[in-house]
């Protein structure tokens, strides 16, 4: 079965810092770009960030510039989203994607479960 799986998340004061994790499973994704979004309880899913395959090119959105770094190491068909300077208002399920194209927002075709982040003040 194709999927992915989030992992790294929990409880951290604000201020602190989480490195999510992202793992292929059932076939390589190392072609594919990987992008995260989280949704924040009665709040619709946002973008924050994607990465080409080769990890060329990277955008983020601005409220996570500068705090959030996304990486990936294909050879463990693994992303990563490093987060710093957390807040609570990063409290969200975060979740990351892949799809075949490197896209800024929605156009991901594999999802993961998710893993909650929660920031306490």
């Known amino acids: 079965q194709v999927m992915l799986v989030e992992s790294g998340g929990g409880l951290v004061q604000a201020g602190g810092s989480l490195r999510l994790s992202c793992t292929g499973r059932g076939r390589t994704f190392s072609r594919d770009a990987m992008g995260w979004f989280r949704q924040a309880p009665g709040k619709e899913r946002e973008f924050l960030t994607a990465i080409s395959w080769s990890g060329g090119d990277i955008y983020y959105v601005d409220f996570v510039k500068g705090r959030f770094t996304i990486s990936r190491d294909n050879g463990k068909n693994t992303v990563y989203l490093q987060m710093n300077s957390l807040k609570p208002e990063d409290t969200a399920v975060y979740y990351c994607?892949?799809?075949?194209?490197?896209?800024?927002?929605?156009?991901?075709?594999?999802w993961g479960q998710g893993t909650l982040v929660i920031v306490s003040s």
């Open positions: 994607a892949a799809g075949p194209t490197y896209v800024v927002g929605d156009g991901y075709n594999y």
